[in-house]
């Protein structure tokens, strides 16, 4: 079955301005995580949705925000963009997101912020 | 805050030799322990799931252990490859207040297969 995709694989944004970033999870899989990860600090966790509610959160200020739709693909949208928010984002899919579920990363969006 | 320290950061060792990377955590309040490959340019691919109430797992040439009461994770690599290069990174799914909580990942150990 198709994996997780994310779009657009590359994006150049220039600060001030706004992203939004796209993940389709496997079908049938009702949780989306997002990862940040960058040289500097690594894998960080972003967000988690299930069933169109935010679970958990991490510790990223309030530009970072997502949603997930009825169809569990999810969106994360960054305002206000800073240098330092160029990063690789890695969404992750899995069933019900709970501690016996594999999560199944898609490929990514590699950020570009000048 | 849980931290999640991967030892060493890199490594590189002929074909066909066995070898070890390790995973420590400062918080035993995981939900369980997971081990992914990333490669380069790539997402990540899970390898291997360990729950808390497990000691170890393993899958073809992997066998990964766990122990909580330490905060110790290894993952065995038999017979290595020069596909099995990558970036291997541990993660931890922690307890939090709304139950599970995202992965707390290591900075990765980037493993090198010479011919």
């Known amino acids: 079955k198709a994996g997780v995709t994310q779009t657009p694989r590359y994006l150049i944004k220039t600060r001030g301005q706004q992203v939004t970033l796209s993940c389709s999870p496997i079908s049938g899989h009702r949780s989306v995580s997002w990862y940040q990860q960058t040289p500097g600090q690594g894998l960080q966790f972003l967000f988690e949705y299930f069933s169109e509610t935010q679970r958990n959160k991490g510790n990223f200020p309030g530009r970072f925000s997502g949603r997930q739709f009825s169809n569990s693909r999810s969106e994360m949208n960054v305002s206000t963009l800073e240098l330092g928010d160029s990063a690789l984002y890695l969404c992750?899919?899995?069933?019900?997101?709970?501690?016996?579920?594999?999560?199944?990363f898609g490929p990514g969006t590699r950020l570009t912020v000048l | 805050k849980q931290e999640v320290t991967q030892i060493p950061a890199a490594l590189s060792v002929p074909e066909g030799e066995n070898l070890v990377l390790n995973c420590s955590f400062t918080?035993?309040?995981?939900?369980?322990l997971q081990w992914f490959r990333q490669d380069p340019g790539k997402g990540l691919t899970s390898l291997l799931l360990?729950?808390?109430?497990?000691r170890e797992q393993t899958s073809g040439r992997l066998n990964a252990s766990l122990d909580k009461s330490s905060g110790r994770s290894t993952l065995y690599i038999a017979a290595s490859q020069p596909g099995d290069s990558a970036t291997y990174l541990c993660?931890?799914?922690?307890?939090?207040?709304?139950?599970?909580?995202?992965?707390?990942f290591g900075k990765g150990t980037h493993l090198i297969i010479q011919p």
């Open positions: 993660a931890g799914m922690m307890y939090s207040g709304g139950g599970a909580d995202g992965l707390t």
């Open positions: 918080d035993s309040a995981i939900y369980n």
């Open positions: 360990i729950q808390s109430s497990q």
């Open positions: 992750a899919s899995s069933l019900f997101g709970d501690s016996t579920d594999t999560q199944y």
